[in-house]
Structures are given as C-alpha cells and as structure tokens.
C-alpha cells in the first residue's frame, strides 16, 4: 500500500531482533536464552528475517521490487488452535489468550469469528516470468486452492483444522513445488501461543 508524502511515515523500525522471551523476535534463536525454551523449541522464525529483507528494500526504494527468477514462499502460523485446551500444562491456561480474537477482528474485521483466529497465513514471491496460477493448500484433510499472480507479492491466509500442513505449486513445466510444514495439535501437552514460520525458494 501506498500513502502520500504528507502521512507517510519517516522511518520503520524492527524491534525484537532477538527477544525470544516475548516471542517475537526474527533473528534465528542463538546461544542463551532467559528462560524460553518452553515455548521457542522448534518453533523457528526464520521467515519473518526473510521477509524483512523483502519489505525493507521496498521500503528504502519507494516501489515495488521486482521479483527476481526464484519463487519464494514464506508461511506462519500457531501450532494449536486459540481455543485448544492444553493437558498438562503446571502453569495453565495463558492470561488474556482470549485476545488474539479481539487482536484479530480488529486488523481483519471481515473475518470475524473462530476462523479470523486460527490461520495459516502464507506470502509468496512469484516472478513476472513463472506461469504458476495457484497454490493448493492442504491441512488436516481440507484442501484450499487460492490464486497467484505473477510478479508480485501474494498474500493468502486460510483458516486452519488440525493436522498436517503442506502446500503444492504446479511448476511450468507440469512438475510440482511441494512445501511442508509442522502439524497443528489439536489437544497439546502445554499451551503455546508462539508461531511456527518456514521459508522456501525454488
């Protein structure tokens, strides 16, 4: 999105490089922690660094970058449901879990209940010059083809059912591009509200 001069902001910060504490950071988990292993153990963010990269040169040249040869495909989401109740969990339930709902509704207020909470939320780079024209995106048994248009940025959220994740991208030549993902629990040992995010370029 654009904005005019006059109410474009003067500089974007990343904050929470590496405050694994809180959960969002974007660096790769390194050396000690204080404390939170519980919820960052396998949990990578590897493609929020990646992602950074991309907006950030949008940000400093003023316009869209031009994709380069490589599809590139960057996904996140929770590993259980917001509503999931953990089974042995000696902390309990996290105060205000109730809020990624009202968080949720206020930045998608088009997607609201259960399915603006639990999503599996994908950016993928697709070069002008690839023919790709969807993406199929299959968890827990469900399958979601969504469109994808050359040469830009696409953004695809799909709510999300335990079990399995993987997605598939037919390739130009009538191969196909197979991603991966770790499993949504639906009745998990301890409650985590950290993300899962996975990078992938072919």
Partial sequence: MSLPADRAPEIIQVISWNDYGESHHIAPVLGAEPGSQAWTANLSHEAFRLMVR???NRWRSDSVPEV???????AWY????????????PVGRPAHAEW???LYNLIYPMLKGPQAVDQINLLILVPASMTCSSVTVK???????KPLYPGRANSIMVPFIPGSVSFEIPKPDG?????????INERPNLYNFNMWGGSWGY
């Fill in 175 to 183: 191969k196909i591009w197979v991603g991966q993902g770790v499993p």
């Fill in 100 to 102: 990624v709902s009202l």
């Fill in 139 to 145: 968890n827990g048994g469900r399958v979601n083809v």
């Fill in 68 to 74: 380069d040869s490589r599809l590139i495909v960057w």
């Fill in 78 to 89: 929770r590993t259980h449901p917001a509503s999931a109740n953990a089974s042995n969990d």
């Fill in 54 to 56: 991309y907006f950030a």
